[in-house]
């Protein structure tokens, strides 16, 4: 008998420990996601910077990186400066850079909200409009843009956010102009591991160009959201581009990465 309760003392001890240190290793777990994840990523940042201007000149192969700065004006309202570095023709390597004013309207009903939502406040809203400009300096013709975007979002209760982008643009290119009209739609959710949240993502885009009078290009992206610090993200992704403009069409393979950071007024 004595024996046998000896035993049972020592089996409880066994999963007592093996609780404590299950506790422990996934704490482990989080204090490196929450410490090292962000370490990490900045450096990757800062590695595919200063690697971007050659890997850009490939044709059908490109790198694309971004900068996105965010200040939230008011609960309806905020003001955003976009820089990127992007191929908008065959044979022109271009970036662009320009100012946005968002507003949107009318919250989401939803049942949780995950940290993409609390650093991007428009995901939590119906409805959003966005007024915009781009300059596009390039080695052939310089563009100035001007767009207009009406962006409608649901979210259901699984956790799935679907958007659907409006966007017209103008076009001004050495005193001509041309004008595109692009919708775009995405499909996203956030899941959460050892109490970090990250938000995978897909996307499909179609562009109608006044030139050509058809709808000449489809992009279709993959890629995922990364928060972290607080107030930044870092996102990469793929996406394919078919362009069927001109014959033969062009296709496009390329890789970016964009860092996002918002800021509040107050």
């Not at 008011?74 to 662009?96: C, I, P, Q, V, Y």
């Not at 919250?107 to 915009?132: A, V, Y």
Request: charged content about 25%; hydrophobic content about 35%.
């Amino acid at each position: 008998m004595a024996s046998l309760i000896f035993h049972d003392s020592r089996l409880q001890l066994f999963k007592v420990g093996l609780g404590v240190g299950a506790a422990h290793f996934c704490r482990c777990i989080q204090g490196i996601i929450a410490m090292k994840l962000p370490l990490l990523l900045s450096i990757i940042v800062v590695l595919c910077l200063l690697l971007g201007g050659s890997a850009a000149q490939a044709q059908t192969e490109q790198y694309w990186p971004e900068i996105d700065t965010y200040i939230g004006i008011n609960s309806h309202m905020r003001f955003s400066l976009f820089a990127a570095k992007t191929k908008e023709e065959k044979t022109t390597t271009d970036g662009e850079i320009g100012p946005n004013f968002d507003f949107y309207f009318q919250r989401l009903r939803e049942i949780k909200s995950p940290t993409r939502m609390r650093l991007d406040q428009s995901k939590s809203r119906r409805m959003m409009f966005r007024i915009g400009y781009r300059y596009l300096p390039s080695t052939g013709s310089t563009t100035n843009r001007l767009f207009f975007e009406v962006t409608g979002r649901h979210y259901f209760k699984s956790g799935l956010l679907i958007a659907d982008r409006n966007r017209g643009e103008v076009n001004f290119v050495e005193g001509e102009s041309y004008w595109r009209y692009r919708n775009r739609i995405s499909f996203e959710r956030t899941l959460e591991i050892a109490g970090y949240e990250f938000t995978p993502y897909a996307r499909a885009e179609f562009y109608y160009d006044s030139r050509y009078s058809k709808f000449s290009r489809t992009a279709l992206d993959a890629g995922c959201v990364f928060p972290f610090w607080q107030r930044f993200e870092f996102e990469p992704y793929y996406e394919h581009q078919n362009d069927t403009a001109k014959s033969p069409n062009r296709q496009v393979d390329a890789f970016g990465i964009v860092l996002s950071m918002y800021f509040r007024t107050r």
